[in-house]
T-cell receptor
């Protein structure tokens, strides 16, 4: 199993550009989530999904969209990048909520 | 709004000593998670605590949950250098917010010889 994979590892964007961060898992997990981690802060939940076709907002959803058309993939879309979105983004998955979460390696995003 | 507070935020320990990290949260929940993060790396799940009184142990780490006090502890026994990392707790909202996790700020642990 590859576990949870994220692409790209690093990305630099200009203000106003859009992009999609990819997240995939090969463990047939129902629950997937996106977090951002900023210096000196814990992780903050952006969006999450408890199964294909079901998504919900987390603590900091503004400026981000998600969709979950398959069990395996959970892409995060930045609609119009802003410098405040400079962060490290982690995707995670678990069999269901209440089970061990497995985290991807992260994407370091810089918005100029 | 669910608030999760860890203390201490910074912990410098000597090898061989014991210490406890505390995780307090503000609203009712009976699901709590502990994670470890090494510098520049991703997070690794340590424990999942799903009920009042739950206790789990792995090596030199032991976690417990008291839902009535809204408190979880991560106890370190006879610390070794390899335990140096940042430790996070995360609490899951209950009820209609099933699946929504809030993280604490993290505790940076440094173990000295």
């Amino acid at each position: 199993n590859a576990g949870v994979t994220q692409t790209p590892k690093f990305q630099v964007l200009k203000t106003g550009q859009s992009m999609t961060l990819q997240c995939a898992q090969d463990m047939n997990h129902e629950y997937m989530s996106w977090y951002r981690q900023d210096p000196g802060m814990g992780l903050r939940l952006i969006h999450y999904s408890v199964g294909a076709g079901i998504t919900d907002q987390g603590e900091v959803p503004n400026g981000y969209n998600v969709s979950r058309s398959t069990t395996e993939d959970f892409p995060l879309r930045l609609l119009s990048a802003a410098p405040s979105q400079t962060s490290v983004y982690f995707c995670a998955s678990s069999y269901q909520i209440g089970y061990t979460q497995y985290f991807g390696p992260g994407t370091r995003l810089t918005v100029l | 709004e669910l608030k999760v507070e860890q203390n201490p935020l910074f912990l410098s320990m000597q090898e061989g000593k014991n210490y406890t990290i505390y995780c307090n949260y503000s609203t009712t929940s009976d699901r709590l998670y502990w994670y470890r993060q090494d510098p520049g790396k991703s997070l690794e799940s340590l424990f999942v605590l799903l009920s009042n009184g739950a206790v789990k142990q792995e090596g030199r780490l032991m976690a417990s949950l008291d839902t009535k006090a809204r408190l979880s502890t991560l106890h370190i026994t006879a610390a070794v250098h390899d335990l140096s990392a940042t430790y996070f707790c995360a609490v899951e909202y209950g009820g209609t917010s099933y699946g929504k996790l809030t993280f604490g700020q993290g505790t940076i642990l440094t173990v000295h010889p």
